[in-house]
């Protein structure tokens, strides 16, 4: 089992920066994708950000690239997204997610309680 906790939403103006953690607890050995996601109200969950293991490879929705970054810590296991030129559209709840099995995001995940991000115009 793992454990994931969000933490550094909040309230910003458009143009604005955030940035949000997300920590691994648990059975973090077996930790390899880290990603973001995020739901808009009325819309379904979808992918922000991905990154592997060693940190060496990053994956990007096309709404987000240039604006948003993935970075990990290991040792803290830690999973960051630093999010910049932030958008009214930006605003939704963000989920911390890694696999259950394997290294791909799109089967079963071990999901986060989510942080709200609020962006006003």
């Known amino acids: 089992q793992v454990q994931l906790v969000e933490s550094g939403g909040g309230l910003v103006q458009a143009g604005g920066s955030l940035g949000l953690s997300c920590v691994a607890s648990?059975?973090?050995?077996?930790?390899?994708?880290f990603g973001w996601f995020r739901q808009a109200p009325g819309k379904e969950r979808e992918f922000v950000a991905a990154?592997?293991?060693?940190?060496?490879?990053?994956n990007y929705a096309d709404s987000v690239k240039g604006r948003f970054a993935i970075s990990r810590d290991n040792a803290k296991n830690t999973v960051y997204l630093q999010m910049n030129s932030l958008k009214p559209e930006d605003t939704a709840v963000y989920y911390c997610?890694?696999?259950?099995?394997?290294?791909?995001?799109?089967?079963?995940?071990?999901w986060g309680q989510g942080t709200q991000v609020t962006v006003s115009s």
């Open positions: 997610a890694t696999p259950i099995r394997g290294s791909s995001l799109s089967g079963n995940n071990y």
């Open positions: 648990g059975r973090t050995v077996s930790i390899y994708t």
């Open positions: 990154i592997s293991r060693s940190g060496g490879s990053t």
